[in-house]
């Protein structure tokens, strides 16, 4: 048979972009490929594996095999009005799907928009969702062709065929006649199809990844006598997960979980650690779920093709060697991610550190790790070897246990968004903890973390925050390689997902999450044995945007009771939504005194201990705290048995203020965040607005984008973004109603005078080259010209200032009313999609970066407080006595900017600065647009894995 992966590459028109990768409903892979004459042989094979009634549900009638005829039928396509698609496995035909353009007569058509589909899978596989992941992608390639509607003909007890189509969620159209259910279905997308796909994936992904954490049985290739080497440390790893007889059984009636050994050149009879060691994956005795993968890079295609010959589901690879070495290793990083999945594998890695589940009943260290973390609720990802380790270590020394954790490397294949699926649906998991430095699919991982993030904390680390530079190995799309950090910020703040700076935060964060109530809003009682730690938490809370109470301070005579009664009073108080008890060691007491000169401790032996006194009543003041709804943590000093004391009781201790605050004040950003979530979700809306004329926007940017520029602008490096002019950009955007004030030219003084006497006294004449441009430091600007004396004048100042009105390119504008000069932008990121900006123009935007951001589409609520989220927003609500501004004006632009590049996806950018936004209405001043061809949506196409 020929290699699946070329098919028939001299065919000519061979469509290889309807290639794909896919995931099946139980978490297995196949690959969704065009049919080719090449492929007769397969096609035989295949139908004589399908049963006889699924044959007749095919053809209606008994059809026991394929003739000369049928066979060339069925594999010869022009990839037009006739293709063929096969899901393949291990280089064999599972399913196929066919589909014949028809005219409106249902006679075959070269022109006609309808085409009638026919699936058939085989009985073996059918229910792992084959023929739901085949119609996507053939409804998809139709589309391409041109193609609108499908029919089929389906017979009444063929219920899961018409289970596939009805359940699709495409718009369709049902008739019974001659005993033959007549379905009709349009192909365009509608938001029921699209829920439909993207749940599935979540479901296939899901299964994917439990798949990865609870095999039954478990390979590692390359496992050698060197006690040191890294087969043989994974090795006595995973046997600490299992015990020593390998039949650790996981639920009742399953079969015994295994370890196996494999080294090509291990003599007979070899054993390592009490396990027999076989010469070839192949050699095993039994079925196996999973296989890490030690051995050289040289030799890893021949493990995965012994893999994949034997059945294995997955895969972790930990042999370095890949795309962190160069072009070359990227290239053999792209191979072993193909052979595997044409197997039906998944690959952690390669360069992986590995798996770990520390689910008791089904235990598995398939990692570096030489110890099982602790059971407890938090599922950890990371994409690096050296903070994989941190991270197990970090949560060790604090006593936090983990649900699961992967450190994937290169993460060719499985992917943090794979492990996200997975922690939604996984009751163990309480918090999700993230490293990452990189994204593969950032529209996807917004997607499945805001779905996540209403349930679970998802708290991550982003390195190469300020660099932006790729990490060595990683595979990402072209578009997603210059991701910029205030991107990455608006996608965290949208999806819910808490962002911190550190490793240390990551946990203190974590933490609190895990273990006390959110807050239900930002009042912060501070109570304490030390004045001075309670000042300096005051302090901290004020610095993070919380608003703390003055300080109670107990002296530092303070007993454990004095904690519990005062503790309680703060906690009961309903003006209160949480408390940060501050402790020292209490001075002077026989636990912490000054003898012989020094200051002795609890863990003098000559000594008691307040730690335990204090510990009791912050105890039973934390009992109280969570009936009660509020969390409660420690922030402390010197007192080192203290936290552990807590543990039990679950109170998050700090050795410094700023970290309990910090933590805290993440837990209050996160809890605000959930609450306005779910308010939106049955208010938030994008408002019907009036003056919106979509297809007279469309016209005008389908026009920009065919003129000559254009054309000439895609061979130029960076695309084929252009600038509007400035008529064309007024006009666009005023078919949203967006009204720019109009300029008009004024290259002498006599066009400037003319220019006025149009646009109606008071104008401002003002300098609109680029290097000019929203730059009044250079005196580039006159205001408040009343009339044309002032304004001849002013001409020939700028012209003499600016070296000539010409190339200062100076304009006459009709002055706007006073008010807060803000700036408004849309700007599409190809990796994220449609980003609305808001800022005061000038320095607060410029210098200070005081902007904040929302994802498109917007809706009222998102705009609401996109104006608020930024420093300076009290100038707009009448600071220090002054008048507060149109608000409702300023968001009513916002929404039409977010639909107008929503609607339109053309549209690259748009600027809007500056928009004078004043006590009545607004005024904007200055407006660029950019446009560029549509580009590409693959969110919003058929489900495929990545093949980067």
């Known amino acids: 048979m020929e290699d699946p992966a070329v098919a028939n590459p001299e065919q000519t028109g061979y469509p290889q972009h309807w290639e794909a990768d896919v995931l099946l409903r139980d978490g297995g892979t196949a690959r969704i490929r065009p049919i080719t004459p090449g492929d007769a042989g397969r096609l035989v094979e295949f ?92 409804a998809a390639v139709a589309q391409e062709r041109g193609i609108r509607r499908f029919q089929a003909e389906v ?67 390359g496992v050698s006598r060197n006690p040191q080497s890294v087969g043989r440390a994974i090795l006595r790893d995973l046997l600490g997960g299992f015990d020593t007889s390998f039949r650790s059984r996981y639920e009742p009636g399953a079969e015994p979980r295994a370890v196996y050994a494999v080294n090509r050149n291990a003599p007979p009879g070899t054993e390592l650690d009490g396990v027999p060691v076989h010469r070839s994956v192949l050699d095993v005795p039994g079925p196996v779920d999973l296989a890490v993968i030690a051995v050289p890079e040289s030799a890893v295609p021949a493990a995965v093709a012994e893999c994949g010959a034997h059945g294995v589901q997955g895969l972790v690879v930990v042999t370095a060697g890949y795309a962190e070495t160069g072009p070359e290793g990227r290239d053999r990083q792209r191979a072993l991610v193909r052979q595997a999945r044409a197997a039906g594998m998944r690959v952690v890695g390669p360069n992986a550190f590995g798996l770990i589940n520390t689910d008791p009943e089904r235990p598995l260290n398939a990692s570096l790790a030489p110890h099982l973390p602790e059971r407890g609720g938090f599922g950890i990802f990371c994409q690096s070897g050296a903070i994989g380790v941190a991270l197990l270590e970090a949560a060790h020394k604090r006593g936090l246990g983990v649900s699961s954790f992967a450190s994937v490397g290169n993460r060719a294949d499985v992917s943090g968004n794979d492990f996200l699926q997975y922690w939604a649906e996984d009751e163990a998991t309480e918090v999700v903890l993230l490293y990452l430095e990189s994204f593969g699919n950032p529209r996807k991982f917004t997607r499945i ?138 001075i002077g007491t026989a636990a912490h005194a000054f003898t012989g000169g020094r200051l002795t401790g609890p863990d003098d032996p000559e000594t008691g201990s307040d730690d335990l006194e204090i510990a009791t009543g912050l105890l039973e003041a934390g009992a109280r705290a969570r009936e009660l709804g509020k969390p409660l943590v420690l922030a402390h000093l010197a007192l080192t048995d203290l936290p552990a004391r807590l543990r039990p009781g679950g109170i998050p201790a700090y050795a410094a203020p700023e970290r309990a605050v910090g933590a805290l004040a993440h837990a209050v950003h996160y809890a605000q965040w959930r609450s306005r979530t779910a308010e939106a979700e049955e208010t938030a809306r994008v408002p019907e607005l009036d003056r919106i004329d979509e297809p007279g926007a469309r016209a005008l940017v389908e026009a920009a984008l065919s003129t000559r520029a254009a054309t000439a602008a ?169 008048e507060a501004v149109d608000t409702a004006a300023l968001e009513e632009l916002l929404l039409r900017v977010s639909q107008l590049v929503d609607d339109v996806p053309e549209i690259a950018s748009v600027d809007l600065e500056p928009v004078v936004v004043a006590p009545h209405g607004l005024a904007i001043l200055g407006a660029r647009v950019r446009v560029a061809p549509l580009p590409v949506r693959s969110d919003l196409g058929p489900r495929a894995m990545s093949t980067l």
Request: net charge neutral; proline share 6%.
């Open 47 to 138: 139908y004589e594996q399908v049963s006889d009634q699924s044959k007749y549900f095919r053809f209606f009638a008994p059809y026991p095999r394929l003739s000369d005829k049928d066979v060339r039928r069925f594999t010869h396509h022009d990839f037009v009005n006739r293709v063929g698609l096969a899901v393949v496995v291990r280089d064999r035909f599972i399913a196929t799907v066919r589909y014949d353009r028809i005219d409106a007569e249902g006679r075959p058509s070269d022109s006609g928009t309808d085409a009638e589909v026919a699936f058939l899978v085989q009985d073996a596989h059918q229910g792992r969702g084959v023929a739901s992941a085949l119609l996507e992608h053939i």
């Open 155 to 221: 017979l009444p007890e063929n219920r899961k065929m018409v289970k596939v189509f009805t359940d699709a969620g495409y718009t369709q159209r049902r008739s019974f006649a001659d005993g033959v259910v007549h379905l009709e279905f349009d192909l365009e997308q509608t938001d029921r199809s699209l829920a439909v796909m993207r749940a599935r994936e979540h479901r296939a992904e899901a299964r994917s990844v439990q798949r990865l954490l609870i095999p039954r049985s478990v390979a590692v290739v």
């Open 449 to 586: 973390a805001r779905r996540l993030a209403a349930a679970k904390p998802v708290v991550v680390v982003k390195g190469a925050r300020h660099t932006g530079s790729l990490p060595p190995g990683h595979a990402v799309p072209a578009t997603a390689t210059g991701l910029r950090d205030a991107t990455v910020d608006a996608l965290f703040e949208q999806a819910g997902v808490t962002r911190v700076a550190t490793i240390t935060e990551l946990f203190d964060t974590g933490e609190l999450l895990a273990q006390q109530p959110l807050p239900p809003g930002d009042r912060i009682a501070v109570v304490g044995n030390s004045d001075s730690l309670g000042l300096l938490t005051y302090d901290a809370c004020l610095s993070a945007g919380l608003r703390p109470r003055t300080p109670v301070d107990l002296t530092t005579a303070a007993t454990g009771e004095n904690f519990r009664i005062a503790l309680d009073v703060a906690l009961s108080d309903p003006a209160v939504d949480a408390v940060i008890a501050v402790a020292i060691p209490p």
């Open 714 to 882: 895609r061979t130029q490096p960076g695309g084929a973004r252009i600038t509007l002019s400035e008529t064309d950009a007024q006009e666009l955007l005023a078919r949203y109603g967006i009204d720019v004030s109009p300029v008009l030219p004024a290259p002498d003084e006599e066009s400037a005078v003319r220019a006025a006497e149009r646009l109606g006294y008071p104008v401002a004449l003002k300098a609109t080259a680029p290097h000019l441009r929203h730059r009044p430091d250079l005196g580039s600007v006159r205001l408040d010209l009343t009339g044309e004396p002032g304004l001849r004048r002013a001409h020939r100042e700028l012209d003499a200032l600016l070296g000539g009105a010409a190339g200062a390119q100076l304009v006459v504008q009709r002055m706007a009313a006073r008010g807060v000069d803000t700036v408004i932008g849309a700007t599409v990121d190809p990796a994220v999609g449609a980003i609305l900006s808001f800022g005061l123009a000038g320095a607060p935007a410029e210098l200070l970066g005081d902007v904040a951001h929302r994802l498109v589409p917007a809706t009222d609520q998102d705009v609401a407080s996109l104006i608020r989220e930024v420093r300076a927003a009290p100038l707009l609500f009448g600071w220090r006595g002054a």
